[in-house]
């Protein structure tokens, strides 16, 4: 691999994502986007593992937790909420 290689994609988004990041660990990605819902990857098996839906309208951020286990996201309708996202 050298620098600048294009390595994967991450599908599964129907609409813009707004932020996404990795972990503490670089395990595991978070993604949120204008389609209402924020998705965990699994960044070595590059596949998603959760898909986070009951939030209403765009998700605009995600933040891990230090110990990777939560995400905090922001949404459209002024929400900020806490999930528990497992190791």
Avoid: P
């Avoid at 294009?6 to 599964?12: D, M, R, S, T």
């Avoid at 503490?24 to 965990?40: E, H, L, V």
Wanted: charged share 15%.
């Amino acid at each position: 691999v050298n620098n600048g290689d294009y390595l994967y994609g991450l599908l599964g988004h129907t609409d813009n994502i707004n932020y996404i990041q990795w972990n503490s660990s670089g395990t595991r990605i978070a993604s949120s986007s204008m389609d209402s819902t924020t998705k965990i990857w699994d960044a070595i098996g590059q596949r998603n593992t959760l898909t986070l839906k009951k939030q209403n309208g765009s998700v605009f951020t995600v933040e891990w937790n230090n110990d990777g286990t939560k995400v905090l996201t922001t949404c459209m309708d002024n929400t900020a909420k806490i999930w528990y996202v497992g190791k």
